[in-house]
């Protein structure tokens, strides 16, 4: 049988193929694009049948205008939200379970800090008068409005342009809270919108009752003292329930400004504002004249308190050092002896007060911070602002401001480190680095110079040519870490100078390794803690790390013989102290929002910042002017009548060599009297022995007078 054989299949060319795929592409998009069109001519159609001229078309354009602008202002108002909803996380109503007394370098207690539950006094259990008083004078329409009472804020608004100027406060009561317990008291925008979101969360979390039991439990009231609870106690020493009509209005005048009205610093300012609240209660319908007519006639006598005002700021900061140093399972209620020294914290005080009131206009600057350590790191002073009544925002421990130029010194100790010396030559020219090209102050350029110059003179490109050709932006940061700085850098190579955030604290606390010789962690404002019972249950000298070098003994003695030319030949002369050696580094950020002085002695440590709140530029203020002039004006009373200790690496205090102790003098540099004390001079031990040596030999010589002459004397 015969087989036939199968037909071969053909193979399609392999171009054909292609052909036909090609084909397929066209006709398919054709068709698609075909029915797209049809699709759209339809809805056209369809559409037209709404079609409005005239008056309607204008309503629907504004419509969907008012839409679309809705529609950008949500996703605008959520990411301004975002970071206010960040301050909820946790457990914000917790209050504070320890209190804290806190004692002075000499055992004298300085205040407390601490709030306990107990402490807290229910607002169902205050009297009306308080409560009255208190709403009268801060937020009539509490129980009215949402968290952002529109209708007040309209008033004070009035207000405020009929008066020109400030007389009312749009702020709510729930405003105020979340700027007490979630924010601080800078003056900005980011602030405020926050605030205002804050308020709104409060509002929906809490009830009315819940927002005025906080309120009333957490706000400053002067003298030390948080919530109305221990303001009745310091001022009246009464509970809340047993204060009088005219008590409460004087507590609630606190709220406005506690620093300005607290009764035991100016009873007669006090009273007048207790008077205003009073006339507030009438106002706003919760009295009459007569049911606080006799409050009138009889207002509130307080309990006799020292005068001394707190040291809130430092305070405030030794607190949370407390909570990170006590051990776990001890008892919360303590006594803690700090490294406070009351009469440095007047002299920093004073001369910041002093200088920002003769000078402040002209600068166009309204705030300023200081920190002051000794030199084994112990903090003795902490300016954190002008007012803490005002504003308890801490400026000197949390306020990070660019450092401007006196961030180089760490720029020039990882130089150092890594080889160059202070005789190192490094051309002042030019420099381009990834499209950034920095010039000088001056918008000259000197040549090759010696680092030394290079850091009394503040020339840009030399720190900016070692970080790009020799040391690295990440060495810089390693190094500033290792010295104690917390603030974290941003990395830019802008950092190099002083671009980055820092505090006051962390100045005073790098500067203070270049004080030590080269060794960091020392910085501390905790001297011990110990219970009521007496138990003590920290000690730095036990149970603090000890410290560690970070600056070899080489390059800190290197970096202290170019920082001691800044106040000598440098940019900082207004801060060189009379016959005392110091060392230092102004610094200037860009449109002079920020003006730096950072320095230190053999004794003390001391960084100065000053500037606003709000950013705006000062009035082409320098490191080397004001805050040169404030840190020269206290460390010349810091060193009066102490044994002075060389800065290391110095080998002469002064250029003769001759040791140093300080010595009243009046004829101070530091201009008028801190204090009440006088100015300061360095005299020399030599001068001082031959001096008391001379006093000596006229004591013993025999007298000059004849022995009748003696006897006529002595009868008179």
Do not use: C
């Amino acid at each position: 049988m015969i087989q036939k054989r199968r037909p071969r299949k053909q193979k399609i060319p392999r171009a054909t193929r292609f052909l036909d795929i090609d084909a397929w592409i066209d006709s398919t998009l054709y068709e698609a694009g075909f029915k797209a069109s049809e699709f759209w001519e339809n809805l056209t159609v369809f559409f037209r049948r709404f079609r409005v001229f005239g008056l309607q078309r204008a309503i629907v354009e504004m419509a969907g205008e008012a839409t679309t602008m809705m529609a950008a202002g949500s996703v605008v108002m959520l990411a301004l939200a975002t970071p206010a909803f960040v301050e909820t996380a946790g457990d914000w109503r917790a209050q504070d379970d320890y209190a804290v007394t806190f004692l002075d370098r000499y055992g004298n207690e300085i205040g407390q800090r601490g709030i306990r539950q107990r402490d807290s006094v229910p607002v169902e259990e205050m009297p009306d008068h308080v409560i009255e008083a208190v709403l009268a004078t801060e937020d009539r329409r509490f129980f009215d409005h949402f968290g952002i009472d529109i209708v007040g804020l309209f008033r004070a608004l009035t207000e405020n342009m009929r008066a020109n100027t400030i007389v009312q406060g749009g702020s709510t009561i729930t405003q105020q809270l979340a700027k007490n317990v979630f924010l601080s008291n800078e003056r900005t925008v980011e602030r405020k919108i926050k605030e205002a979101f804050l308020a709104l969360w409060l509002e929906a979390n809490l009830s009315k009752r819940e927002i005025l039991q906080f309120y009333l439990d957490r706000a400053y009231l002067g003298g030390g003292t948080f919530g109305i609870a221990a303001a009745a106690d310091f001022y009246f020493n009464k509970q809340v329930k047993d204060l009088t009509l005219a008590e409460a209005a004087m507590i609630a005048g606190l709220f406005k400004a506690p620093a300005r009205y607290a009764p035991h610093i100016n009873l007669p300012a006090a009273r007048a504002r207790a008077n205003e609240v009073l006339s507030n209660l009438v106002q706003s319908g919760f009295m009459t004249e007569g049911q606080v007519l006799s409050a009138r006639l009889n207002p509130a006598a307080v309990v006799d308190r020292d005068q001394r005002e707190s040291p809130d700021y430092f305070l405030d900061w030794a607190f949370e050092e407390v909570k990170k140093i006590v051990p776990e399972g001890a008892s919360h209620s303590l006594i803690a002896r700090t490294t406070f020294d009351p009469d440095l914290q007047d002299a920093v005080e004073e001369s910041m007060e002093f200088h920002l009131r003769q000078y402040g206009k002209d600068y166009n600057v309204e705030e300023g911070a200081v920190v002051v350590l000794e030199t084994n790191g112990a903090v003795r002073a902490i300016v954190g602002g002008r007012d803490y009544g005002q504003s308890q925002f801490n400026r000197a421990t949390r306020a990070q401001r660019q450092p401007g130029s006196s961030f180089k010194p760490y720029v020039f100790a990882a130089a150092v480190e890594a080889g160059f010396t202070p005789q190192s030559r490094i051309p002042d020219a030019p420099i381009n680095w990834g499209g950034w090209s920095p010039k000088n102050y001056g918008r000259s350029y000197a040549g090759t110079v010696s680092l030394a110059t290079a850091l009394a003179r503040s020339y840009n490109t030399i720190p900016v040519r070692l970080a790009r050709d020799h040391i690295g932006i990440e060495a810089i940061q390693e190094l500033v870490a290792e010295m104690g700085v917390e603030s974290e850098l941003n990395g830019h190579k802008t950092m190099v100078l002083g671009t980055s955030g820092m505090t006051v604290m962390d100045q005073a606390t790098g500067y203070s390794v270049f004080a030590n010789g080269g060794y960091a962690g020392t910085r501390h404002g905790i001297v011990h803690l110990q219970t009521h019972s007496g138990t003590i249950i920290y000690d730095h000298s036990r149970d603090a790390p000890p410290p560690k070098r970070v600056l070899s003994q080489k390059a800190a003695a290197a970096m202290n013989s170019m920082l001691v030319l800044v106040p000598e030949s440098g940019t900082g002369r207004r801060a060189a102290l009379q016959g005392i050696r110091s060392a230092g580094k102004t610094g200037t950020t860009q449109a002079y929002r920020d003006a730096w002085y950072v320095g230190f002695t053999g004794n003390y440590v001391a960084a100065v910042w000053l500037g606003n709140d709000d950013y705006h530029p000062s009035r082409r203020m320098t490191g080397g002017s004001l805050p040169a002039m404030v840190w020269q004006r206290f460390m010349t009373y810091a060193h009066q009548n102490i044994e002075l200790r060389p800065i290391p690496g110095i080998e002469n205090p002064l250029p003769d060599g001759n040791k140093l102790v300080a010595a009243s003098s009046g004829n101070s540099a530091a201009g008028p009297a801190l204090g009440g004390r006088r100015g300061v001079q360095a005299m020399p031990v030599a001068t001082r022995r031959m001096l008391e040596a001379m006093a000596e030999r006229f004591r013993a010589a025999p007298s000059l007078r004849k022995p009748g002459e003696a006897a006529a004397l002595s009868a008179l």
